[in-house]
């Protein structure tokens, strides 16, 4: 199952648009801050999990399953909020890596 950065992005924004269909007002930027920061929390819970700072009771749960869905929600939301300010999520992220690049060859390493 591979696909490009692109197809991921078209595949959230086909799930964005089927959910604002359902939900009460538009997500704009504050919205989607809201859900990014809900999911990072959920992110946080799953590693404390998984790093065992939580004791569970019973059987413990498909933490590695929760960790990747709770990471790509994430993702999600951070493109959900690149669409809003029409940031090209991809083309900024290489920028991003060449810049570190840059700067990392500047001090030899």
Same mark, same amino acid.
């Given at each position: 199952?591979?696909?490009t950065?692109?197809?991921m992005?078209?595949?959230?924004?086909?799930?964005?648009?089927?959910?604002?269909?359902?939900?009460?007002? =538009?997500?704009? !930027?504050?919205?989607a801050?809201?859900? *990014?920061?809900r999911?990072?929390?959920?992110?946080?819970? $799953? +590693? %404390?999990?998984?790093?065992?700072?939580?004791?569970? =009771?019973?059987? !413990?749960?498909?933490?590695?399953?929760? *960790?990747?869905?709770?990471?790509?929600?994430?993702?999600? $939301? +951070? %493109?959900?909020?690149?669409?809003?300010?029409?940031i090209?999520?991809?083309?900024?992220?290489?920028?991003?890596?060449?810049?570190?690049?840059?700067?990392?060859?500047?001090?030899? +390493?």
């Open positions: 199952m591979s696909k950065f692109a197809d992005e078209d595949m959230y924004r086909e799930v964005v648009a089927r959910f604002q269909r359902i939900e009460l007002q =538009e997500w704009k !930027a504050e919205g801050m809201i859900e *990014l920061s999911q990072v929390g959920e992110l946080a819970k $799953q +590693v %404390m999990i998984k790093e065992k700072y939580y004791a569970l =009771e019973g059987d !413990a749960p498909d933490v590695d399953g929760r *960790l990747g869905n709770e990471m790509a929600d994430v993702i999600a $939301q +951070v %493109m959900r909020l690149a669409d809003y300010y029409g090209d999520l991809e083309k900024a992220f290489i920028e991003a890596r060449e810049d570190e690049d840059r700067y990392l060859k500047s001090r030899g +390493v």
